[in-house]
């Protein structure tokens, strides 16, 4: 199993830009989460996914759009990129329904001019 | 009071000392808590989920004390490969997420 995988490793997006995140996980888990992380403020939660066709918002969901057409895959979408996104952004996975032991990616770090 | 509070750091230590961190939390609700490891500039990984009995694993200790709403996670002889960021976690009101503290820095030196 390749776990949870996420592309790219790296982006640099100039302000206005829009991108998609991608991730996958391969253990059929049914919960999965996306973070952002910036030095200082810990993991904050942006869009979580309790299953394929249902997605929530998390703690700074704007300027993010998700969807969950498949139990694999959770895109993380920014709109149009702003410098206040540059972070470095993981997604997580858990094998419930629920967010308890939650498997994460290697992470993409975004950088905004 | 915030969600949670964790003392950033960071523990400088020597190695075979033993080293305890504290993390808070606000929603005396939370069922489920938990530890994470985080290596700089990597992802975080579980390191062990806390019982209201306690948990512990092998050198690591993890106790819970809902008096007082806080989490302790206790490092006995400490190595070189402890230092790390520990991240304490806990289930939000909705029990659909994981509120994570900002994370202590440990510091393990020879």
């Known amino acids: 199993n390749a776990g949870v995988t996420q592309t790219p490793k790296f982006q640099v997006l100039k302000t206005g830009q829009s991108m998609t995140l991608q991730c996958a996980q391969d253990m059929n888990h049914e919960y999965m989460s996306w973070y952002r992380q910036d030095p200082g403020m810990g993991l904050r939660l942006i869009h979580y996914?309790?299953?394929?066709?249902?997605?929530d918002q998390g703690e700074v969901p704007n300027g993010y759009n998700v969807s969950r057409s498949t139990t694999e895959d959770f895109p993380l979408r920014l709109l149009s990129a702003a410098p206040s996104q540059t972070s470095v952004y993981f997604c997580?996975?858990?094998?419930?329904?629920?967010?308890?032991?939650?498997?994460f990616g290697p992470g993409t770090r975004l950088t905004v001019t | 009071r915030k969600e949670v509070e964790q003392d950033p750091g960071p523990f400088n230590v020597p190695e075979g000392a033993t080293v305890a961190f504290n993390c808070t939390y606000s929603n005396s609700a939370s069922q489920s808590f938990f530890w994470y490891r985080q290596d700089c500039r990597k992802e975080p990984k579980l390191l062990m989920s806390v019982y209201s009995s306690g948990n512990e694993d092998g050198r690591f200790t993890a106790q819970l004390n809902r008096a007082s709403q806080y989490i302790s996670l206790l490092i006995r002889d400490s190595k070189l490969s402890d230092s790390a960021t520990y991240l304490c976690a806990f289930y939000n009101q909705a029990g659909t997420a994981l509120i994570f503290g900002k994370g202590t820095t440990l510091s393990v030196s020879s």
């Open positions: 996914s309790v299953g394929a066709g249902i997605t």
């Open positions: 997580a996975s858990s094998v419930t329904g629920e967010p308890y032991e939650q498997y």
